[in-house]
């Protein structure tokens, strides 16, 4: 920072401008100003924590303006300044408290509530989808799937797929952390979900079908993590399991699985049934193209467990 800066003159001379005087209003707006062009010199100068509380000013004045899209403006900038000064401390491992975090989540939350209460649904999801994003980044998995299903819960108002999607990340936070009880639960309120959107729907895209062959195939792999036969599930888990079965003739192929998928995922099933761990390592080259992100580290998972009977 530029040793001639006095940051907290600076902002001491802004704040007095906005206390009451006799027979004169405080200049909000000017203050907006200001508090803006402290925050860019700041931003400038790498002080992302000093330029975040600047933002908030902002915000404070632009509420007292009663203008909510400048004021949320100024929240979510004051939110990714804070959370640039979070990683700053953690890509240096600096001893912290993580008091910028705590903020960054504040200001992301309070631009989500007026968003929402301005009836913004979509942008407040974005938000959501975006602390998620972030918290993962900084290896908080647990508090970024509970980001990620808030983003779904509002999402499920006005995309069923964007609700699925964001839903699916928030299970694989769930994975990520060895959490498959609860990933699975999840993935059986999705599975009902998209069964009610089957029947609704007379054409499928693309990009839907691949979103739910994704979740098939979650859920197929978290029940084999799980190590449970057909005997052993809950009537509607055991119905996943026996579409897979050999000599089930009366369930047909899920309609957004390829031939080839389900014929794949039924020899994977069969190799762990039967604790074949040679034919589930002949498998892999062969399912892969089929899998994504977390699922592949699913079937490594697989692979270390019948190894351990071996």
């Given at each position: 920072m530029d040793r001639e800066l006095d940051v907290l003159a600076n902002y001491r001379a802004i704040?007095?401008?906005?206390?009451?005087?006799?027979?004169?209003?405080p200049n909000f707006s000017?203050?907006?100003d200001q508090f803006g062009t402290l925050t860019r010199v700041l931003n400038q100068q790498e002080c992302p924590q000093y330029a975040g509380f600047?933002?908030?000013?902002?915000?404070?004045?632009?509420s007292a303006l009663n203008n909510p899209v400048a004021e949320t403006d100024a929240l979510v900038q004051a939110a990714r300044l804070f959370f640039t000064a979070e990683k700053d401390n953690v890509d240096v491992s600096c001893p912290a408290f993580e008091e910028h975090l705590t903020e960054a989540i504040h200001c992301y939350n309070q631009a989500i509530k007026i968003l929402r209460r301005e009836g913004q649904s979509a942008l407040s999801a974005m938000l959501s989808l975006e602390i998620a994003v972030k918290l993962k980044g900084l290896g908080k998995i647990h508090e970024a799937s509970e980001h990620f299903?808030?983003?779904?819960e509002i999402q499920r108002q006005y995309s069923i797929i964007d609700y699925i999607d964001s839903t699916r990340e928030g299970i694989t936070c769930h994975i990520i952390s060895g959490s498959y009880h609860s990933?699975?639960?999840?993935?059986s309120e999705v599975g009902s979900i998209i069964e009610a959107y089957e029947k609704r729907e007379s054409f499928i895209l693309e990009s839907q079908r691949d979103l739910i062959c994704t979740c098939e195939i979650?859920?197929?792999?978290?029940?084999?993590?799980?190590?449970?036969?057909?005997?052993?599930?809950?009537n509607t888990y055991g119905k996943v399991m026996e579409k897979y079965i050999w000599e089930n003739f009366e369930d047909p192929r899920p309609p957004w699985l390829s031939e080839e998928c389900f014929q794949l995922l039924q020899s994977v099933i069969m190799a762990v049934q039967t604790k074949n761990s040679q034919l589930l390592k002949e498998l892999e080259c062969y399912i892969?193209?089929?899998?994504?992100?977390?699922q592949c580290q699913m079937y490594f998972e697989?692979?270390?467990n019948l190894s351990r009977h071996d």
């Open positions: 704040n007095n401008k906005l206390k009451k005087r006799l027979l004169k209003k000017d203050a907006s600047c933002c908030i000013a902002k915000a404070h004045c632009e299903i808030r983003a779904a990933a699975l639960k999840m993935l979650d859920k197929v792999f978290l029940l084999l993590l799980l190590q449970s036969s057909p005997q052993q599930l809950s892969f193209p089929f899998l994504k992100g977390w697989l692979m270390k």
